[in-house]
C-alpha cells in the first residue's frame, strides 16, 4: 500500500509529524558499501563480556537480541540525529521511499465503519488492469475475512506481496458481489505530486520526496512545461524532506548553465567531493521561483540553496529545516542496516545548512516546535542560529549558513490557521472521509467538468455541505466560533480533496494553490521579474 494513501497534504498541521519523522534520517548516497563488521574495536570485546555475563547470571531470563539494539541505538544517540539502525523487519519498508516503488495490488483504502473502502486505483496497476474502482468495498482478501476489522497495518500485509504473487480480492459494488484474482506486481510511488502551466508563460512543479525515479518524473514535466511555453517555473519544495542526493544534482543540473559548483561533501573519513554542472540543461535561462518551509531538508536544501547561491532562484517560503549531513548505508550481518553520517554537504559558496545537534536530540527537535511557537523566529533577522558571511559574484546578495536555508522573500504562517479546533477536521482523517463520501454520491456531477482549472473556477462548497462537514465532525452539539477565514479555510482544503478524487493531485494542489500565500507571493515575484529575451 502507498505510503501516501489518504494522505491530505496540509503542510500547516502536518509539518511537525513530518519533521519528527525526518529523524529516522535520510540516505544521500545510492552507494550501500557492505562492512566486515561494525563491533571491531577493544572496547566491542568489554560490551560483549558485559553482555555474556548478563546472559550467565542476571536474575531474570533476558533477550540478547534485545539488548544488543539497545547498546547500539545508545551508540547512535552519541552521534548525530540521522545516524540510525534500521532493523531487518523495517529495512525493506525504509527503503521504499528511495526506491521510489513497492510490491503489491495498487490501490489506495481506508477503513470507514469496519468496512475497507477503495478511494483510488493506481493508473495502470494490477488493480487498474483487474477493473478496480473507486468505490469498490474489500469483502475477503484470500482466506481473511476483510469485513469488521479496524487494523490498516494488518490488510496492508494481505494486499501487499512479492511481483507475481496472486490475491484474491471478495468485492461489493453496488449491493453486487463478485470475485478478482490480481497478480501482484511494482507499484510506483510518484516523487512528483502535481504540474501544470498557470498560464501562458507560468509553470508549476510539485516535488514529494527524491528517489530513484525522481530526475526522470521531474525531466518529463519539465519538457511537457516548456512545450507549452513555459518561460517561467515555480518549484514547490515544501515539506519534501529529501532522500537521495544525486536526483537532486540531476535536477539542478537541468536547470544551471556551464560548469558551475552545484555541491559538494566532505567528512574527517571522505574527502571533499565535488559535483559541478556537466551538460546543457532544457531550463537554464528562465526565471525560477523555489518555495520552501520548515518541512524542506537535505536535498530539498542542496537545491534551494545551489540555486540562492548561484543567483539562479528567487527562494521564497519559510527557513528550511537544516538537515545537512550526508548518510552512507552498511548492511550488518543479520540483514538489518546502518545509516552512518558520513559527510556534510556544503553549497556552492561553502554554505553548510546543518542546524546545531551539540544540546542533543531533544533540543535539535524542539527547535522546530519553537517555530510554530514563536513564528517570526523563522524571519532572517531574528535568526540567531545562522553564522557566516556569504555573498553571491552576480547580485552582491548576503547569505548566511548553519541553519537551514533562509528565504530572500519571508512568508510567515498564518497563525489564526494554526487554531488547535481546526485540528478535529484533520483527526483520523475525517475530511477524507466526507469528501470520499460526497464523491460517491456526486461523481458524475464531478466528473462532469473538463478540467481541474474549470473545476476550481466554478465549483463551489455549498453552506450545507459546510453544515454536513461540521455535523459529522460533532462540531454542532458543541458549537465552535470559527472567523470567516477559517470557515474559508476549511471549505477550500474540502473541495481540495473532493478534487483529488477525479484530478488526484494536479487537482488537490492546484485547488490549495488559488488561496495559497507562498504561492501568490510567487506568482507575484514571477509577474515583477523581466521578461525573458
Do not use: C
Request: charged content about 25%; hydrophobic content about 35%; cysteine-free.
Amino acid at each position: 500500500m502507498s505510503k501516501h494513501h489518504i494522505k491530505v497534504f496540509f503542510p500547516i498541521f502536518f509539518s511537525v509529524a513530518v519533521i519528527l519523522g525526518m529523524f529516522i534520517g535520510y540516505k544521500l548516497h545510492s552507494n550501500m558499501p557492505n562492512t566486515k563488521s561494525f563491533f571491531g574495536t577493544a572496547s566491542a570485546n568489554t560490551e560483549s563480556e558485559v553482555l555474556q555475563i548478563i546472559e550467565e547470571r542476571y536474575v531474570d531470563s533476558v533477550n540478547p537480541e534485545k539488548l544488543s539494539k539497545a547498546a547500539i541505538i545508545s551508540m547512535l544517540q552519541e552521534l548525530d540525529p540521522h545516524s540510525v539502525f534500521i532493523p531487518y523487519q523495517k529495512l525493506s519498508e525504509v527503503n521504499e521511499d528511495l526506491e521510489g516503488s513497492f510490491q503489491g495490488i495498487g490501490i489506495e483504502f481506508n477503513i470507514i465503519k469496519d468496512t475497507v473502502h477503495v478511494l483510488n486505483v493506481v493508473e495502470g496497476g494490477p488493480s487498474a488492469r483487474a477493473g478496480l474502482e473507486i468505490g469498490d468495498k474489500i469483502i475477503r482478501v484470500d482466506s481473511h475475512n476483510a469485513v469488521g476489522m479496524k487494523d490498516s497495518e494488518a490488510f496492508k500485509k494481505w494486499v501487499k506481496g512479492p511481483k507475481g504473487t496472486e490475491v484474491q480480492l471478495q468485492l461489493s459494488r453496488s449491493g453486487k458481489i463478485f470475485t478478482k484474482k490480481i497478480n501482484r506486481d511494482f507499484i510506483p510511488m510518484p516523487s512528483l505530486d502535481a504540474y501544470y502551466m498557470i498560464d501562458k508563460t507560468k509553470g508549476y512543479i510539485r516535488l514529494n520526496r527524491f528517489s530513484n525515479n525522481t530526475y526522470k518524473e521531474f525531466i518529463e514535466a519539465l519538457q511537457s512545461l516548456t512545450s507549452k511555453g513555459m518561460k517561467k517555473l515555480i518549484l514547490d519544495l515544501r515539506d519534501n524532506g529529501g532522500g537521495i542526493l544525486e536526483e537532486a544534482i540531476d535536477i539542478i543540473d537541468e536547470l544551471v548553465g556551464g560548469d558551475q559548483m552545484i555541491v559538494y561533501t566532505e567528512g574527517l573519513k571522505n574527502p571533499r567531493k565535488e559535483y559541478k554542472a556537466k551538460r546543457k540543461g532544457i531550463f537554464e535561462d528562465g526565471k525560477i521561483v523555489v518555495m520552501i518551509n520548515e518541512g524542506s531538508a537535505s536535498a530539498s536544501e542542496v537545491i534551494a540553496g545551489a540555486l540562492q547561491d548561484l543567483d539562479r532562484a528567487t527562494i521564497v517560503g519559510r527557513r528550511s529545516f537544516g538537515k545537512g549531513l550526508v548518510q552512507e548505508q552498511f548492511m550488518l550481518s543479520d540483514g538489518s542496516a546502518l545509516r552512518l553520517t558520513t559527510a556534510r554537504y556544503f553549497t556552492p559558496l561553502g554554505r553548510s545548512i546543518q542546524k546545531p545537534y551539540d544540546k542533543g536530540f531533544q533540543d535539535y527537535s524542539s527547535e522546530v516546535l519553537e517555530r510554530y511557537h514563536n513564528p517570526t523566529s523563522q524571519s532572517a533577522d531574528s535568526n540567531n542560529i545562522q553564522k557566516g558571511n556569504f555573498v553571491t559574484s552576480k547580485s552582491g546578495k548576503k547569505l548566511f549558513g548553519g541553519g537551514g536555508i533562509t528565504p530572500d522573500v519571508y512568508v510567515p504562517l498564518d497563525e489564526q490557521l494554526l487554531d488547535s479546533n481546526l485540528n478535529i477536521f484533520f483527526r483520523n482523517n475525517m475530511l477524507t472521509f466526507f469528501a470520499y463520501k460526497y464523491f460517491m454520491v456526486h461523481q458524475k456531477q464531478l466528473r462532469g467538468f473538463e478540467t481541474f482549472e474549470k473545476y476550481q473556477s466554478t465549483f463551489q462548497i455549498e453552506d450545507k455541505t459546510y453544515t454536513d462537514l461540521l455535523r459529522e465532525a460533532g462540531i454542532m452539539s458543541s458549537p465552535r466560533n470559527f472567523s470567516i477565514a477559517q470557515q474559508l479555510f476549511i471549505k477550500e482544503r474540502l473541495k481540495a480533496v473532493i478534487g483529488r478524487m477525479v484530478w488526484k493531485q494536479n487537482g488537490l494542489n492546484y485547488v490549495l494553490n488559488a488561496s495559497d500565500k507562498t504561492f501568490i507571493k510567487a506568482t507575484e515575484i514571477l509577474n515583477d521579474q523581466m521578461t525573458d529575451k
